[in-house]
């Protein structure tokens, strides 16, 4: 044992500490998830497999063999959108949008979600931020126009062709309406939450956008940031949080991270 530390270089240490931190917040990441079932099954046959290989199951072992032989690639299909989003974190820059560059958006969607709320009319409204949300801007309806209370207001009326969807918010302007929004598959989702919160959830799963999603039903604002919806209690308190994620030392992420721990 003494041989093998003094044999030890600070470069094996640092080796040992990113990739024990890589396999940590990986964990993290899938913790809860469908991803977290899929890969306990995955374990349960590579345990399989060494009892077969032991006790000499010909045709157990020669099956699993042949499946675990092509792990690498069933992996990727199988975890393809965890992966996708674990790189998209990965990818997305450190330093946080100046507040006087979203100050407009943000009194805006605080305004237009009030607004909403009173009138019992629900909304999905999406502050694109460094993740290009190119995909989805090309699912809905462009618009393209200046934002604004007025218009987002009429684009959400239960007449508009619009209405239905998101809406999502670029460098100031309303790009599109009516975008389609994937569903989240978290099991862990409160059973409270319908479709659109479900929407807002699966697309924060993948980006880093700020979305805001107003009940009809019982006139609920909630934000929704990297896959965790909160309620707001008020327009004070929604504006704050909003402004908050663009302020990284301000932000408490530990209210995000314990939500679904409740």
Partial sequence: MPE??????????????LVSYLVYRALIMIKGTRAAQMLSGIAVLILMYFIARELELLTLYWVLRTLLSSILL???????RDIRRALTKVGRTPFAKPRDETA????????????????????IIILERDTGLGDYIESGRPVDAALSRDLLLSIF??????????????KG??????????????????????????AAIGLSEETDALIVVISEENQAISLVHDGTIITMPDADTLRRSLSALYSPMEFQKGLWKNWFAK
Avoid: Y
């Fill in 157 to 170: 009326l239960p007449s508009s062709p619009l209405h239905d969807g998101g809406v999502i918010i670029r």
């Fill in 74 to 80: 069933i992996t990727v299909i199988v975890f393809q």
């Fill in 4 to 17: 093998i530390v003094k044999s030890l270089r600070w470069q094996d240490l640092l080796d040992i500490l």
């Fill in 104 to 123: 407009l958006e943000i009194d805006v969607m605080v305004s237009t979600a009030t607004a909403l709320s009173e009138r019992r009319i629900g909304g």
């Fill in 173 to 198: 302007r309303i790009t599109t309406a009516a975008c389609v929004l994937p569903l989240s598959r978290n099991p862990r989702i409160d059973k409270k939450f319908g479709t659109r919160h479900r």
